[in-house]
């Protein structure tokens, strides 16, 4: 039984220092070397492995060269191998292309289960993973909070508005985990001296018997403009105020924006 | 004393630094307000086998360099000096055996203390012997095949939570500190050990300061570390060694109140502008930054000396623990500056990693102490060292 | 090429999903700038009347399937549907069923794809998408390119289109043509578990009273919830509180948790970190409360109120109630 999970490296963007509420340095999620809401697949995948559910745990990434770094830290938190296809035809790649790359690349690596986290960091739209099971033809089994192998079905425990659902499929399927799978591990010193040793191999788009042309060109989308959002004006604050001043105040301004 | 850091350091300090952020930040104000050992941290740094760096693969250590270890007690202590204590004192306790240990002695206790289940601590200094290392009374009295250790410690940082103390006594009354000293393992479940007080302290108020007594503890003759009268020797081994780990912290403590002030100054607004626009505040933080960055290049530098076995690494380290030592005590006070009042109230961390750093500039040997050694390696590559004295150091 | 603006239209026990009248309106309004007519994609049980949508902007129905199934086991259908019609557009509620049926397509037809979108036009005759991203800081907005097949696949948030008032008339309805689901078909639920109460729909609710960490309790969220009730709408919490079990996990809003766009947001006791602050940004009046002046919601909240939510909150309930006549 094998595994191979899907991350996407996040770019190091410089995020601006600043303190939290509680007054400790705000880590933006943009330093993270894996894209976060794919480190709960990986901890997922590890931990069906951890199990016996599972054997092997490999890892798939489309990315730039640098996104070896990201599959070497998830190497680093277990696993076995990783697969880094790299292109530069694949650069400005929008989520067609990304979906015919990584189904191009899971076919050649046939796990019975293809594992992604929920979303793509900055609120993209998380269609890779239903367009790479359509483009497989593969069940999709999509927004678990627990995945679980039974016999030749894999079931996710999905949460819904009124409580929950099991969803299960003949493997080999795609599937995607939420948060709700539980905190990542972190990689340990031993991790991190092993992922040196496990083996990591590169593909380029011929390796995958595709052509650029086969990708209209990588991109299907273009930004046609980029702005500033509009500026708000400035925060209205009621501070120092006794409770009733300040309960007549709001209610004042529900009432001039029609919400009450 | 030239380095490169590698690729792998790197990896290192984004993984610690990622961990420092998210589990040891959000605990430090804590740690330090109840005084209270941080165990669950303990166990963190245990599992991520960050506290086995410093022992050999064949028992369970990752052996990492000296450059990676400071890496880790930098990335730790800019998020909390307290945890960082953690790591470098498990080297500290530990140290005496990996210099003088027999292969039996690693075998017997290096699993466990590389793995985290077991703490160790270093009992040297007492109550008479702080800097003068020769001054310590304690007895160490043979009786067959065991030493009878009594007397008392104090100021032994872990000492009344370590599994197991490196203790240094005397054998040898007569021929003084320098040459009658012997060490010793001593498992604390020992009968006769004790650790009835703690000491109430300015900074790193969660890692627990013990005094320990010794009412005829008996120690196997095993558990003597090299010869007897190898004792002298053998701490000094030690600390020249365990000094770059205050390097480190320092250099972390430093960093971490650094970042705080950078952020504070991007924030606040005072006559209608950031704090970041006013060239006063931008001169503070030059100098703090330059100096942090020194401090962290020396520290390097000394580890790279240890990593290559270099003759004067003690004169390495020194000069690191003093540089970063040093530093970590003006960046931190001038980042309480940065943030005015606020600095000094307990809401914002600046306050505590000032009291924090306070620290480095007085255990494992003074600053005074580090100047004099620093003064004899400079006085003696100049030729006018003062002539040798029977007892010296070589 | 066509030019019809397609939209999924999701079923349920309940009926429609708000998100299909929002669509079926924002659909006819693009229909009427490109010269095409707004096609509803229904699906899901009770979509067999869903000729009701012709009173929210719909002209045709093409009814998918009505079993109670995940949306994507409807998938095969409509790429039959969808490859005939070629529509300029189908928009999708960005929700986890409409993300999966809109991922299926885009990969069964090789399609373009944006989202999740806070506003859709057409520009000379092109899908022009408008989007937020790095959190919030940036508006992007987006075309196909020249030559890119279509329908542009369109995720929307929700409140980006209001649902039409007073409309009338039917639209036709036609049911898909018969096939097989496909490797869809072979995902099921093999077991449906519902909770004790039934949980609001969070992206749903034109109001949303949300509570974080300084409600300290899950009887700290009580007082939120009458407050809630005297606005007409639902509670929210950010993770803080879902994690700690104050409120169930379908209540957070948030990075991993749900995006809205409430016509009111009362934040209390949240600090409005940038993981919350992701899935609340685009509501178009905040509120919020808090002890600390310095909390970062206080940079983005229309209102910013400094006080104990324990002290404001009934006496804001009391206030609303009493002006609304309650």
């Known amino acids: ?165 099991v969803i299960e499929a003949p493997l080999p399927v795609v599937a995607t985990v939420t948060d709700q799978v539980g905190e990542p591990r972190y990689a340990s010193l031993k991790g991190i001296m092993a992922a040196k040793r496990k083996p990591m191999e590169t593909w380029s788009l011929a390796d995958l018997g595709l052509a650029a042309a086969d990708l209209h060109g990588a991109a299907l989308t273009r930004v046609v403009e980029a702005r500033k959002p509009e500026a708000k004006p400035p925060t209205e604050r009621v501070e120092n105020a006794s409770p009733d001043e300040a309960v007549g105040r709001i209610a004042d301004w529900l009432a001039a924006r029609k919400l009450i | 004393m030239t380095y490169r850091p590698t690729a792998d350091h790197d990896e290192l300090r984004a993984v610690v630094r990622q961990l420092a952020d998210e589990r040891i930040a959000p605990r430090a104000a804590e740690i330090d307000e109840r005084a209270e050992f941080p165990w669950d941290l303990k166990e963190l740094l245990a599992r991520q086998d960050l506290l086995g760096t410093c022992f050999p693969a064949r028992f369970g250590g990752t052996e990492l360099d000296d450059i990676g270890q400071a890496i880790l007690v930098e990335e730790v202590a800019r998020a909390d000096a307290t945890t960082s204590l953690i790591p470098i004192v498990q080297k500290l306790g530990s140290l005496p055996i990996i210099v003088a240990g027999s292969e039996e002695q690693q075998a017997r206790y290096f699993p466990r203390l590389a793995s985290g289940e077991w703490l160790a601590a270093f009992g040297l200094t007492e109550a008479g012997a702080g800097s003068d290392v020769a001054g310590v009374r304690m007895r160490a009295r043979r009786d067959g095949d065991a030493y009878v250790l009594s007397g008392s410690k104090r100021f032994i940082t872990h000492g009344s939570i ?184 307990s809401e914002y961390p600046v306050e505590r990693m000032m009291r924090d750093a306070k620290i480095t500039q007085l255990y494992e040997g003074t600053q005074q102490i580090q100047r004099i050694i620093v003064a004899r390696q400079l006085l003696r590559r100049a030729g006018v060292g003062r002539a040798a004295k029977p007892g010296d150091r070589a | 090429m066509g030019k019809d603006v397609a939209f999924l239209a999701e079923y349920s026990a309940g009926g429609a999903a708000r998100s299909a009248l929002e669509l079926a309106a924002g659909a006819a309004a693009l229909a009427r700038q490109s010269g095409g007519i707004a096609v509803a994609l229904a699906y899901g049980p009770g979509s067999g009347k869903a000729g009701e949508l012709g009173a929210a902007g719909a002209v045709k129905v093409v009814v998918l399937g009505d079993a109670p199934a995940p949306a994507i086991t409807f998938a095969a259908a409509a790429s039959a549907v969808v490859a005939e019609l070629r529509p300029l557009a189908l928009m999708a509620p960005a929700t986890p069923n409409g993300r999966d049926l809109a991922a299926a397509l885009v990969g069964l037809l090789g399609l373009p794809a944006f989202g999740p979108v806070r506003a859709v036009s057409i520009e000379g005759g ?46 036709t309805v036609t049911p898909a043509p018969a096939g097989e689901p496909g490797p869809f078909g072979r995902a099921t639920v093999v077991e449906s578990h519902p909770a004790e109460a039934a949980v609001a729909n969070l992206e749903e609710a034109s109001v949303i009273v949300a509570g974080g960490r300084g409600v300290g309790s899950a009887e700290g969220f009580a007082p939120l919830h009458e407050l809630a009730a005297a606005l007409g709408g639902a509670v929210g919490a950010s993770r803080a509180a879902a994690d700690a079990g104050w409120v169930p996990y379908q209540l957070q809003i948030g990075q991993t948790g749900k995006v809205v766009k409430p016509a009111l947001y009362v934040g209390c006791g949240i600090s409005g970190a940038i993981q919350h602050r992701v899935g609340m940004q685009t509501a178009e009046n905040v509120l919020a409360i808090n002890k600390d002046p310095d909390a970062p919601i206080g940079e983005f909240a229309d209102l910013f109120v400094v006080g104990d939510l324990f002290t404001i909150v009934p006496k804001l309930t009391a206030e609303i109630r009493r002006r609304k006549g309650t």
Request: hydrophobic share 45%; net charge negative; proline share 4%.
């Open chain 1, 1 to 165: 039984m094998r595994i191979v999970v899907c991350i996407k490296q996040v770019p190091a963007t410089t995020a601006e220092k600043r303190y939290t509420a509680d007054l400790r340095l705000d880590r933006a999620s943009a330093e993270a070397v894996i894209n976060p809401l794919d480190e709960y697949a990986i901890e997922q995948a590890l931990r069906l492995q951890e199990s016996g559910a599972v054997e092997t745990v490999g890892f798939l990434s489309m990315g730039p060269e640098q996104a070896a770094e990201a599959l070497r830290r998830a190497l680093a938190m277990g696993g076995d191998d990783a697969t880094l296809v790299t292109d530069r035809a694949l650069a400005g790649a929008d989520e067609w292309a990304t979906a015919r790359v990584l189904a191009a690349a899971l076919d050649r690596l046939a796990p019975d289960i293809a594992l992604m986290g929920m979303a793509s960091d900055d609120a993209r739209g998380s269609l890779v993973p239903g367009a790479v099971a359509a483009l497989r033809g593969l069940p999709l089994l999509s927004y678990g909070a627990e995945l679980s192998v039974a016999g030749a079905h894999a079931r996710i425990r999905r949460l819904t508005a009124a409580g929950f659902d």
């Open chain 2, 162 to 345: 370590a599994n197991l103390v490196t203790i240094f006594a005397l054998t040898d009354p007569e021929a003084g500190g320098r040459k009658g000293m012997s060490a010793f393992i001593v498992e604390t479940d020992t009968p006769g050990f004790s650790s009835p007080r703690l000491e109430h302290k300015m900074g790193i108020r969660g890692s627990p300061t013990a005094e320990l007594h010794f009412d005829d503890v008996r120690v196997p003759a095993a558990n003597r570390l090299g010869e007897e009268g190898a004792g002298f020797a053998i701490a000094m081994a030690t600390l020249d060694r365990s000094r770059l780990s205050i390097a480190a912290q320092a250099v972390g403590i430093a960093a971490g109140a650094l970042d705080f002030a950078l952020a504070y100054a991007g924030q606040r607004e005072q006559f209608g502008e950031r704090l970041a626009e006013m060239q006063g505040i931008q001169f503070l933080l030059a100098d703090m930054g330059s100096q942090t960055e020194a401090a962290r290049q020396l520290t390097y530098a000394a580890a790279a000396a240890v990593d290559a076995g270099a003759p004067d690494l003690a004169y390495w380290t020194s000069c690191a623990k003093l540089i970063a030592g040093d530093t970590a005590m003006r960046v931190t006070t001038d980042a309480v500056q940065v943030l005015g009042g606020y600095g000094y109230v």
């Open chain 3, 126 to 171: 092109n899908v022009r998408s408008e989007q937020a991203t790095l959190q919030g800081s940036v508006i992007t907005s987006s075309e196909p390119v020249e030559g890119a097949p279509q329908p542009a696949v369109v995720l929307v948030l929700p409140s980006t289109f209001t649902p039409a008032e007073g409309g009338s008339g039917t639209a």
